[in-house]
């Protein structure tokens, strides 16, 4: 298995995927990435020599991935948690933060169902 940035990527897929399991890069930064390592995107990435991984390296260095973009993404949640913003607030009480509703859905961010009684009337 080759290993960038500390992730180690799948050989049986194409590296265009595989680069995908660094958090951080897309579909379309991958993409871009191998286009500026000249990478073949159909080549699997059991399949890549030693200086292709080397240039696929260096490329993915140019940008923020795994650690350092969870940490700042960490960050700016705690910075928004500290002013008060609404979307902070949002966070703080565990409830959806883009707009959703939460009258009838949001379990993920809600947690599991608390009955309350005497509700039903």
């Known amino acids: 298995m080759a290993r960038i940035k500390g992730v180690d990527v799948p050989n049986n897929k194409r590296i265009e995927i595989a ?12 993409k871009q990435i191998l286009a500026d390592a000249n990478v073949d995107l159909n080549k699997k990435a059991g399949n890549l020599d030693n200086d292709e991984l080397a240039r696929i390296r260096d490329e993915v260095n140019k940008y923020l991935t795994e650690g350092d973009l969870r940490r700042e993404v960490n960050m700016n949640i705690k910075t928004k948690m500290e002013i008060n913003s ?24 809600k947690g599991k169902a608390k009955t309350i009684a005497n509700k039903k009337k």
């Open 19 to 30: 680069l995908t399991y660094i958090y951080g890069i897309g579909r379309s930064l991958s």
């Open 86 to 109: 609404y979307q902070g607030i949002r966070h703080k009480k565990g409830l959806p933060v883009h707009g959703q509703r939460t009258s009838r859905n949001a379990r993920t961010r």
